[in-house]
């Protein structure tokens, strides 16, 4: 899954990727959750700039600017995180997402959502989320999971195991249940 994700991802530009958050976006570049998407956008894109010297400004512009959305807007969207094509940061404030996570195209995040490890010893677990994926708000995914696609997440729910394609989970810990 996520070979191709970083595949798909490398054949467009980073113009064309921003233009693509921006559209996903509503068209508007006040939003804080398009900021956020674009500034991890750019943190990926200055890593392929060789050599280690010429990259340096652009770290440097890199780290300011993401600690500024870190703090104004509480998105914490690190370049290291494997984020899909037209992901939406729908609200702001407390939203986490580990730097190994796996995020696929076209999924939803909304405020309060954490997207973690679970144990302390293995701090490099993360979730790996399919396409079409929609998280509710305040939500927590932990561990080494595998959310498939067209997955829905409700509000407030603690996902702790792997959640099959086509599933909704709620509640804590989460629990799939049948949507007529």
Avoid at 29 to 41: D, L, M, N, Q, Y
Avoid at 117 to 130: H, I, Q
Wanted: hydrophobic share 45%; charged share 20%.
């Amino acid at each position: 899954m996520s070979d191709k994700l970083i595949e798909n991802i490398e054949n467009i530009g980073l113009f064309a990727q921003i233009k693509e958050d921006w559209i996903a976006h509503g068209k508007d570049w006040t939003k804080p959750g398009f900021r956020a998407v674009a500034i991890h956008r750019f943190g990926n894109w200055r890593m392929n700039i060789e050599p280690k010297i010429l990259r340096a400004p652009f770290s440097i512009l890199y780290r300011m600017l993401f600690r500024k959305v870190r703090n104004t807007y509480g998105i914490e969207l690190p370049y290291t995180v494997v984020l899909g094509r037209r992901v939406i940061i729908e609200h702001q404030s407390a939203i986490v997402i580990h730097g190994n996570a796996f995020i696929g195209d076209d999924c939803i995040i909304r405020q309060g959502v954490t997207i973690g490890n679970r144990y302390l010893d293995r701090p490099l677990e993360a979730p790996k989320l399919g396409k079409k994926v929609n998280i509710g708000a305040g939500a927590k995914l932990f561990g080494s999971i595998t959310i498939g696609d067209n997955v829905n997440i409700g509000a407030n729910a603690v996902v702790l195991t792997n959640i099959p394609d086509g599933k909704t989970a709620v509640g804590i810990p989460a629990k799939i249940i049948n949507i007529l």
